[in-house]
T-cell receptor, first 115, second 112 residues
Framework: NAGVTQTPKFRILKIGQSMTLQCAQD?????MYWYRQDPGMGLKLIYY???????DKGEVPNGYNVSRSTTEDFPLRLELAAPSQTSVYFC??????????????FGEGSWLTVV | QQQVKQSPQSLIVQKGGISIINCAYE??????FPWYQQFPGKGPALLIA?????SEKKEGRFTISFNKSAKQFSLHIMDSQPGDSATYFC???????????FGQGTRLTINP
Protein backbone atom coordinates (compact mmCIF):
# COMPACT_ATOMS: atom_id res chain seq x y z
CA ASN A 1 0.00 0.00 0.00
CA ALA A 2 2.96 2.37 -0.50
CA GLY A 3 1.47 4.30 -3.46
CA VAL A 4 3.64 7.34 -4.24
CA THR A 5 6.67 7.78 -2.00
CA GLN A 6 8.68 11.00 -1.84
CA THR A 7 11.97 11.72 -0.11
CA PRO A 8 13.10 13.79 1.68
CA LYS A 9 10.12 15.13 3.61
CA PHE A 10 11.92 18.32 4.65
CA ARG A 11 15.06 19.99 3.36
CA ILE A 12 16.81 23.32 3.80
CA LEU A 13 19.09 24.40 0.96
CA LYS A 14 21.44 27.32 0.63
CA ILE A 15 21.21 29.56 -2.41
CA GLY A 16 23.15 28.03 -5.28
CA GLN A 17 23.11 24.48 -3.95
CA SER A 18 21.64 21.60 -5.93
CA MET A 19 19.58 18.65 -4.84
CA THR A 20 17.35 15.86 -6.09
CA LEU A 21 13.88 15.08 -4.82
CA GLN A 22 13.21 11.38 -5.14
CA CYS A 23 9.85 9.90 -6.16
CA ALA A 24 8.80 6.30 -6.58
CA GLN A 25 5.44 4.67 -7.26
CA ASP A 26 4.48 1.03 -7.01
CA UNK A 27 1.15 1.13 -8.88
CA UNK A 28 2.66 0.50 -12.34
CA UNK A 29 1.31 3.85 -13.53
CA UNK A 30 2.53 5.20 -16.83
CA UNK A 31 2.02 8.84 -16.00
CA MET A 32 4.03 10.69 -13.39
CA TYR A 33 4.06 14.36 -12.41
CA TRP A 34 5.83 16.93 -10.30
CA TYR A 35 3.81 19.82 -8.88
CA ARG A 36 4.72 22.69 -6.63
CA GLN A 37 2.25 24.25 -4.23
CA ASP A 38 2.60 27.81 -3.03
CA PRO A 39 0.13 29.42 -0.58
CA GLY A 40 -2.98 30.65 -2.39
CA MET A 41 -1.57 29.65 -5.77
CA GLY A 42 -2.88 26.13 -6.13
CA LEU A 43 -0.91 23.37 -7.79
CA LYS A 44 1.45 24.26 -10.60
CA LEU A 45 2.77 21.52 -12.89
CA ILE A 46 6.55 21.52 -13.19
CA TYR A 47 7.24 18.46 -15.38
CA TYR A 48 5.42 15.31 -16.32
CA UNK A 49 6.16 11.98 -17.96
CA UNK A 50 3.94 9.66 -19.97
CA UNK A 51 6.31 6.72 -19.70
CA UNK A 52 9.90 5.65 -19.20
CA UNK A 53 12.22 7.76 -21.31
CA UNK A 54 9.59 10.42 -22.09
CA UNK A 55 9.32 13.71 -20.21
CA ASP A 56 7.76 17.07 -20.98
CA LYS A 57 7.58 20.54 -19.47
CA GLY A 58 4.63 21.77 -17.48
CA GLU A 59 3.69 25.33 -16.53
CA VAL A 60 6.75 26.22 -14.42
CA PRO A 61 9.78 24.15 -15.54
CA ASN A 62 12.53 26.77 -15.20
CA GLY A 63 15.19 25.83 -12.67
CA TYR A 64 14.27 22.14 -12.65
CA ASN A 65 15.16 18.99 -14.52
CA VAL A 66 13.70 15.49 -14.54
CA SER A 67 14.49 12.05 -15.87
CA ARG A 68 12.43 8.86 -16.17
CA SER A 69 14.64 5.83 -16.64
CA THR A 70 12.12 3.38 -15.17
CA THR A 71 8.34 3.21 -14.81
CA GLU A 72 8.66 3.44 -11.03
CA ASP A 73 11.00 6.41 -10.51
CA PHE A 74 10.73 10.07 -11.43
CA PRO A 75 13.35 12.23 -9.67
CA LEU A 76 13.23 16.04 -9.76
CA ARG A 77 16.54 17.88 -9.87
CA LEU A 78 16.95 21.46 -8.63
CA GLU A 79 20.01 23.16 -10.01
CA LEU A 80 21.36 26.35 -8.42
CA ALA A 81 18.61 26.70 -5.83
CA ALA A 82 16.97 30.12 -5.51
CA PRO A 83 14.65 31.52 -2.80
CA SER A 84 11.80 31.46 -5.36
CA GLN A 85 12.00 27.67 -5.26
CA THR A 86 10.95 27.60 -1.62
CA SER A 87 7.75 25.59 -1.85
CA VAL A 88 6.04 22.29 -1.18
CA TYR A 89 6.69 19.76 -3.93
CA PHE A 90 4.32 16.93 -4.74
CA CYS A 91 5.06 13.95 -6.89
CA UNK A 92 2.06 12.17 -8.38
CA UNK A 93 1.15 9.33 -10.69
CA UNK A 94 -1.87 8.21 -12.68
CA UNK A 95 -3.16 5.52 -14.96
CA UNK A 96 -5.80 6.93 -17.21
CA UNK A 97 -9.11 5.08 -17.16
CA UNK A 98 -11.38 5.91 -20.11
CA UNK A 99 -14.43 5.60 -17.88
CA UNK A 100 -13.31 7.29 -14.67
CA UNK A 101 -10.90 9.77 -16.15
CA UNK A 102 -7.45 10.75 -15.08
CA UNK A 103 -7.30 10.02 -11.33
CA UNK A 104 -4.04 11.36 -9.95
CA UNK A 105 -2.50 9.90 -6.80
CA PHE A 106 -0.26 12.25 -4.86
CA GLY A 107 2.64 11.65 -2.54
CA GLU A 108 2.74 13.33 0.86
CA GLY A 109 4.95 16.20 -0.24
CA SER A 110 8.48 17.51 0.24
CA TRP A 111 8.91 20.83 2.06
CA LEU A 112 11.86 22.73 0.61
CA THR A 113 13.25 25.98 1.98
CA VAL A 114 16.01 27.88 0.18
CA VAL A 115 17.92 30.36 2.37
CA GLN B 1 -8.65 28.69 -22.27
CA GLN B 2 -6.79 26.38 -19.93
CA GLN B 3 -7.74 28.04 -16.66
CA VAL B 4 -10.07 26.87 -13.99
CA LYS B 5 -11.14 29.64 -11.62
CA GLN B 6 -12.15 28.67 -8.10
CA SER B 7 -13.92 30.66 -5.41
CA PRO B 8 -13.92 31.54 -2.61
CA GLN B 9 -10.29 31.40 -1.55
CA SER B 10 -11.32 30.68 2.01
CA LEU B 11 -14.60 29.71 3.65
CA ILE B 12 -15.78 29.37 7.24
CA VAL B 13 -18.94 27.36 7.94
CA GLN B 14 -20.60 26.35 11.16
CA LYS B 15 -20.91 22.69 12.02
CA GLY B 16 -24.00 21.23 10.41
CA GLY B 17 -24.15 23.89 7.71
CA ILE B 18 -23.72 23.59 3.95
CA SER B 19 -20.34 24.39 2.40
CA ILE B 20 -20.36 25.50 -1.23
CA ILE B 21 -17.28 25.95 -3.40
CA ASN B 22 -17.55 27.10 -7.00
CA CYS B 23 -15.44 26.65 -10.11
CA ALA B 24 -15.69 28.08 -13.62
CA TYR B 25 -13.89 27.05 -16.77
CA GLU B 26 -13.49 28.40 -20.30
CA UNK B 27 -12.41 25.43 -22.38
CA UNK B 28 -15.50 23.59 -23.67
CA UNK B 29 -13.31 20.60 -24.55
CA UNK B 30 -12.98 19.69 -20.86
CA UNK B 31 -14.91 16.51 -20.12
CA UNK B 32 -13.76 15.40 -16.68
CA PHE B 33 -14.15 17.47 -13.51
CA PRO B 34 -12.73 16.07 -10.26
CA TRP B 35 -12.52 17.57 -6.79
CA TYR B 36 -9.51 16.89 -4.59
CA GLN B 37 -9.33 17.21 -0.79
CA GLN B 38 -6.09 18.05 0.99
CA PHE B 39 -5.51 17.86 4.75
CA PRO B 40 -2.62 19.80 6.32
CA GLY B 41 0.72 18.08 5.77
CA LYS B 42 -0.71 15.63 3.24
CA GLY B 43 -1.01 15.37 -0.51
CA PRO B 44 -4.34 16.01 -2.27
CA ALA B 45 -6.64 13.00 -2.69
CA LEU B 46 -9.52 12.47 -5.08
CA LEU B 47 -12.86 13.19 -3.39
CA ILE B 48 -15.47 13.00 -6.14
CA ALA B 49 -15.61 13.55 -9.90
CA UNK B 50 -18.20 14.19 -12.60
CA UNK B 51 -18.52 14.07 -16.37
CA UNK B 52 -20.67 16.60 -18.25
CA UNK B 53 -23.28 14.06 -19.31
CA UNK B 54 -24.90 14.39 -15.86
CA SER B 55 -25.89 17.51 -13.94
CA GLU B 56 -25.30 16.15 -10.45
CA LYS B 57 -23.35 13.45 -8.67
CA LYS B 58 -23.72 12.60 -5.01
CA GLU B 59 -21.48 10.54 -2.75
CA GLY B 60 -22.56 10.62 0.87
CA ARG B 61 -22.54 14.22 2.08
CA PHE B 62 -20.61 15.43 -0.99
CA THR B 63 -22.38 16.54 -4.17
CA ILE B 64 -21.06 17.97 -7.42
CA SER B 65 -23.47 20.17 -9.35
CA PHE B 66 -22.59 20.75 -12.99
CA ASN B 67 -23.95 23.48 -15.29
CA LYS B 68 -22.65 22.86 -18.79
CA SER B 69 -24.21 25.94 -20.38
CA ALA B 70 -22.71 28.24 -17.74
CA LYS B 71 -19.41 26.33 -17.74
CA GLN B 72 -19.54 26.07 -13.97
CA PHE B 73 -19.43 23.31 -11.43
CA SER B 74 -19.61 23.35 -7.66
CA LEU B 75 -18.99 21.18 -4.63
CA HIS B 76 -21.62 21.05 -1.92
CA ILE B 77 -20.83 19.56 1.48
CA MET B 78 -23.99 18.87 3.45
CA ASP B 79 -24.04 18.71 7.25
CA SER B 80 -20.45 20.00 7.32
CA GLN B 81 -18.28 18.55 10.08
CA PRO B 82 -15.02 19.76 11.68
CA GLY B 83 -13.31 16.78 10.04
CA ASP B 84 -14.15 18.31 6.65
CA SER B 85 -11.78 21.20 7.40
CA ALA B 86 -9.25 21.00 4.57
CA THR B 87 -8.22 22.64 1.31
CA TYR B 88 -10.34 21.70 -1.69
CA PHE B 89 -9.21 21.87 -5.31
CA CYS B 90 -11.37 21.63 -8.38
CA UNK B 91 -9.78 20.46 -11.62
CA UNK B 92 -10.57 19.70 -15.24
CA UNK B 93 -9.12 17.76 -18.13
CA UNK B 94 -9.74 17.15 -21.80
CA UNK B 95 -10.43 13.73 -23.33
CA UNK B 96 -7.31 11.62 -23.41
CA UNK B 97 -5.30 14.31 -21.65
CA UNK B 98 -2.47 13.30 -19.36
CA UNK B 99 -2.74 16.48 -17.31
CA UNK B 100 -5.28 18.06 -14.99
CA UNK B 101 -5.74 21.81 -14.75
CA PHE B 102 -6.28 22.77 -11.11
CA GLY B 103 -8.13 25.66 -9.55
CA GLN B 104 -6.42 27.83 -6.95
CA GLY B 105 -7.87 25.99 -3.96
CA THR B 106 -10.30 26.85 -1.16
CA ARG B 107 -9.36 26.58 2.48
CA LEU B 108 -12.49 25.37 4.29
CA THR B 109 -12.83 25.69 8.07
CA ILE B 110 -15.76 24.12 9.87
CA ASN B 111 -16.33 25.67 13.29
CA PRO B 112 -17.62 23.32 16.00
Amino acid sequence: NAGVTQTPKFRILKIGQSMTLQCAQDMNHNYMYWYRQDPGMGLKLIYYSVGAGITDKGEVPNGYNVSRSTTEDFPLRLELAAPSQTSVYFCASSSQDRYSGNTIYFGEGSWLTVV
Amino acid sequence: QQQVKQSPQSLIVQKGGISIINCAYENTAFDYFPWYQQFPGKGPALLIAIRPDVSEKKEGRFTISFNKSAKQFSLHIMDSQPGDSATYFCAASKPGAQKLVFGQGTRLTINP
